[in-house]
């Protein structure tokens, strides 16, 4: 790990606070912070890299075009980790993202930027990617709440590649009500929240979080005072086989085309990744793809006995920019314990914010209506 110190910067790699949009839609006069590896029309996209690969876009992706004609305008592009593979948010190529919640924690990555900027109050909504939880775990360290959908929901038309069979766009936001709202802008449905008459609860994952985690999580499932029912996720360790192979396969792949120079100036842990994903021959990538259906079909039969489930969204408190940089394999590995498991399976996930000393999130998986009003309640929104 290179000995650089940390740079922390602000979560826009640039931004015009002042702009402002003639749509008068569902969105009409929300700030959007959009993270820079999404493209924007008129500017380069650099993927949290120091180099130009992409060219100059002439147009925006297509999230990015269906907010506009909702309303909303842009007031930056964010930071983010390199290459959107990572999850410290420890960028030393862009400067690393300050968290606002905890200055002297991890903002989370790979959306550092979108999470903390929302979380500064400098946007109302952000769009970020999630691979591995990517949208949810800077989420949980900014305290802000954070949304992945369903696979497929939003398109990554116009979005540089991380892993494509895990890649989602995801939404950032102070509250559960403007991610709704931006959804039905975004897809053109809206559905009431439904009753929920039983939440499943992953007492396993529960307990296995550190102590102030479990805690707030265990409140806050209290408050609800919903019917419980306790429900067994997929073996973690089969999750994080699967998804590990899955991604790293498919992030090399993707990358294929960086050249030596390029390379070079990566971080370590990405040229790390790249190299172990180059490593994984595409008898292994199939087989994970595989285990990704058996994961797929676990999680849809607990949806069929629960409404939702919730567990914590980290197991771990945000960790200090110290612990992230010194110990980036345990941290990273500790940070998306939770969160593959939506990516895996595919389903919708939400972190919401909770009352704590530092930032803890609740995650809540199932279909999105569910998903929505669970979180509406933990928030009293």
Known sequence: MTSAPIDLRGPFLWNDPDAVSSVDGPLAGTRVAVKDLVRLAGHPTTAGTSFARWP???????????????????????????????????????????????????????????????????ADLAVGTDTGGSVRIPSACCGVVGYKPARGVLPLDGVVPCAPTLDHVGLHARSVELIDRAMSALTGESSADPSIERLGVARAELDAAEEPVRDAVTAAIERLDLPTVDVALPDAAT?????????????????????????????????????????????????????????????????????????????????????????????????????????????????????????????????????FAVARAVTQE
């Open 239 to 371: 999750v994080a086989e699967a998804t590990t192979t899955v991604l790293f396969a498919e992030f090399a792949r993707v990358n294929a085309d960086l050249t030596a120079e390029q390379r070079s100036l990566l971080g370590d842990d990405i040229r790390g990744r790249l190299e172990a994903g180059e490593a994984i021959d595409a008898g292994t990538h199939e087989g994970a793809l595989a285990r990704l259906d058996e994961i797929r079909s676990h999680v849809d039969r607990l949806l069929g006995e629960v409404d939702a489930i919730v567990l914590p969204t980290l197991p771990i408190l945000p960790p200090t920019l110290e612990q992230a940089d010194a110990e980036p394999i345990a941290t990273a590995q500790a940070l998306v314990r939770f969160t593959r498991l939506a990516n895996a399976s595919g389903h919708p996930a939400i972190t919401v914010p909770l009352d704590a000393a530092l930032p803890v999130g609740l995650q809540v998986i199932g279909p999105q209506p569910a998903v």
């Open 56 to 122: 100059v876009a002439t147009e925006d992706a297509p999230v990015v075009a269906a907010l506009r004609a909702a309303g909303a305008h842009v007031v930056g592009a964010t930071r983010l980790h390199e290459l959107a593979c990572g999850v410290t948010g420890l960028n030393r190529s862009q400067g690393t993202v300050r968290n606002p919640a905890a200055p002297e924690r991890a903002p989370g990555g790979s959306s550092s930027g979108s999470a903390a900027a929302v979380a500064a109050g400098l």
